[in-house]
């Protein structure tokens, strides 16, 4: 599968963005869904995930509450919707595939997005 996530710009704190990772190739809905983000110096980090259904979704709790992640398997899209932003969620953000049920372990997932930036001032 081969995905490419896209959305993220320059916003304030307290703004919203929704970020959309759209994927090609087949059985789409075969595979678990992940987003992560990445700052220069640091360990990619896991911020939420859904399961192939769209029933089961696990978020860190640094964004509880915050942001959803969501999934259409009829266009072979994932969302994330990010609400009341932070700086601190300033970030590189990757959509990830994988074909097992894994959460937080970056190097569980198969396929990557190119990432998509997202800055937020204060």
């Known amino acids: 599968v081969q995905l490419q996530a896209f959305g993220g710009g320059l916003v304030q704190t307290g703004d919203s963005l929704r970020l959309t990772c759209a994927a090609s190739?087949?059985?789409?809905?075969?595979?678990?869904m992940g987003w992560f983000r990445q700052v220069p110096g640091k360990e990619r980090e896991f911020v939420a995930r859904?399961?192939?259904?769209?029933?089961?979704?696990v978020y860190d709790d640094s964004v509880k509450g915050r942001f959803t992640i969501s999934r259409d398997n009829v266009q072979n899209t994932v969302y994330l919707q990010m609400n009341s932003l932070k700086p601190e969620d300033t970030a590189v953000y990757y959509c990830?595939?994988?074909?097992?049920?894994?959460?937080?372990?970056?190097?569980?997932?198969?396929?990557w997005g190119q990432g998509t930036q997202v800055t937020v001032s204060s």
């Open positions: 990830a595939a994988s074909t097992t049920a894994v959460s937080r372990d970056h190097t569980r997932y198969n396929y």
């Open positions: 190739g087949r059985a789409f809905s075969s595979y678990y």
């Open positions: 859904i399961g192939r259904s769209g029933v089961i979704t």
